[in-house]
């Protein structure tokens, strides 16, 4: 299941927003949450992804007014992949930063708030 509102798969309720009224059967080439990244740990990853070939949205969350006065390395990013990319971006991922200890956490950050409920 996909939440309408947050884009993050999950099954029973979003793990972000805790809604179980917005949760759908997701498109196969519908844009889902992969993961949120400082500027500096996007620096690195994206590169990854740009080689996959696979396309991805990646959306700064303070936006450029307020990260040219705080700074862009204060900027958080969403990255999105397409549904069916999901998997395969998660894995390469994994692969390439597997020893990174902090980002394999935003990477499985909303798996275990579905593991802590029982679902």
Do not use: W
Request: net charge negative; aromatic share 8%; hydrophobic share 40%.
């Amino acid at each position: 299941m996909i939440c309408d509102k947050c884009h993050v798969l999950c099954e029973a309720q979003c793990p972000k927003c805790g809604s179980k009224r917005h949760l759908r059967a997701p498109e196969e080439n519908e844009p889902v949450f992969l993961i949120a990244l400082t500027a500096m740990q996007a620096m690195l990853v994206e590169p990854i992804l740009k080689e996959s070939g696979v396309p991805y949205y990646k959306q700064g969350m303070i936006g450029g007014a307020l990260a040219a006065q705080v700074g862009m390395m204060r900027e958080i990013y969403r990255f999105y992949v397409p549904h069916s990319a999901f998997a395969s971006c998660r894995a390469l991922i994994e692969d390439v930063f597997g020893e990174d200890e902090g980002l394999m956490a935003l990477l499985h950050e909303f798996d275990a708030c579905e593991e802590e409920k029982g679902e």
